[in-house]
Nanobody, 122 residues
Framework: QVQLVESGGGLVQAGGSLRLSCAASGRTFRSYAMGWFRQAPGKEREFVAR????????YYVDSVKGRFTISRDNAKNTVYLQMNSLKPDDTAVYYC???????????????WGQGTQVTVSS
């Protein structure tokens, strides 16, 4: 069982930066791949980024490549999403998720956090 708690969301102007954190409980964190997803009002949840259990492999949706960076610290049971050059289209609730497969499909993730709101003003 893994429990995930996101933090770091907020209101930021376009062009600004935020760093999201996702703290995980349990000693098995390092055996899970981690992903970040987001859901904007009226839209389906979409994949943003994922990272392998070791941190050696990362993957991003095209719309955030070059602006967002996913990383993890297994000693702290935490995964991060550094978001730079934010745009109003990035406004959404951001969720972290843990799963056994390194995937960009939400159904392959077993555990989810409650989400943190990111709002980017123009």
């Amino acid at each position: 069982q893994v429990q995930l708690v996101e933090s770091g969301g907020g209101l930021v102007q376009a062009g600004g930066s935020l760093r999201l954190s996702c703290a995980a409980s349990g000693r098995t964190f390092r055996s899970y791949a981690m992903g970040w997803f987001r859901q904007a009002p009226g839209k389906e949840r979409e994949f943003v980024a994922r990272i392998s259990w070791s941190g050696g492999s990362t993957y991003y949706v095209d719309s955030v490549k070059g602006r967002f960076t996913i990383s993890r610290d297994n000693a702290k049971n935490t995964v991060y999403l550094q978001m730079n050059s934010l745009k109003p289209d990035d406004t959404a609730v951001y969720y972290c998720a843990a799963g056994r497969a390194v995937s960009y499909y939400s159904y392959e993730y077993d555990y989810w956090g409650q989400g943190t709101q990111v709002t980017v003003s123009s």
